[in-house]
């Protein structure tokens, strides 16, 4: 009940294209979503999160679609670029206790020039 | 600001050998976290700690330890090295006073073999 999973596993995309990233989750409990890119030797970092009461969030090029009735929730990466190329994870997490991140297995997205 | 610092950033280890992962936050955090990132597997949490003295298990636990004495490190002990602990490590931390969910920052990893 504390799985996140997480597809697909990898992605390849042409410059310019749309980069859609599929999440699920079971635990109705989880108040926190948050998608996490990772460049290769580095830690994950913080792209977009989203929280339960809110079906969309948009920054800039990047686009979290949040379905509560399904328990489903998306990346969406527009007009992507060859420097988007990276892990992505999902994630979710409920602040009590202790705010504990349960990841998605990760996708590996290429986008080619 | 230097964030989240993990060393070593690299270590072979035999097994049976015991080594200190360390890390260290400057952000005044409360919140601090060690996940393990295995191939196609996500990140999995070995411990977490709410504060100085406080600590409690996550997913992973076999096979660690962890300490909290201040709230700047978290140091993640393995006693007796084994080859399933090869591995990337990660640190992590985080201030959760608010309402909202904050972001945990991450180091950069330690990339941990055993053989």
């Known amino acids: 009940q504390q799985q996140v999973k997480q597809s697909p596993q990898s992605l390849i995309v042409q410059k310019g294209g749309i980069s859609i990233i599929n999440c699920a989750y079971e635990n109705t409990a989880f108040d926190y979503f948050p998608w996490y890119q990772q460049f290769p030797g580095k830690g994950p970092a913080l792209l977009i999160a989203i929280r339960p009461d809110v079906s969309e969030k948009k920054e800039g090029r990047f686009t979290i679609s949040f379905n509560k009735s399904a328990k489903q929730f998306s990346l969406h990466i527009m007009d992507s670029q060859p420097g988007d190329s990276a892990t992505y994870f999902c994630a979710a997490s409920m602040k009590v206790p202790g705010g504990k991140l349960i990841f998605g297995q990760g996708t590996e997205l290429s986008v080619k020039p | 600001n230097a964030g989240v610092t993990q060393t070593p950033k690299f270590r072979i280890l035999k097994i049976g050998q015991s080594m200190t992962l360390q890390c260290t936050q400057d952000m005044n955090h409360n919140y601090m976290y060690w996940y393990r990132q295995d191939p196609g597997m996500g990140l999995k949490l070995i411990y977490y700690?709410?504060?100085?003295?406080?600590?409690d298990k996550g997913e992973v636990p076999n096979g660690y330890n962890v300490s909290r004495s201040t709230t700047e490190d978290f140091p993640l002990r393995l006693e007796l090295a084994a080859p399933s602990q090869t591995s990337v490590y990660f640190c992590a931390s985080t201030d959760i006073q608010v309402i909202n969910n904050q972001p945990q920052h991450f180091g950069d990893g330690t990339r941990l073999s055993i053989l």
């Open positions: 700690s709410v504060g100085a003295g406080i600590t």
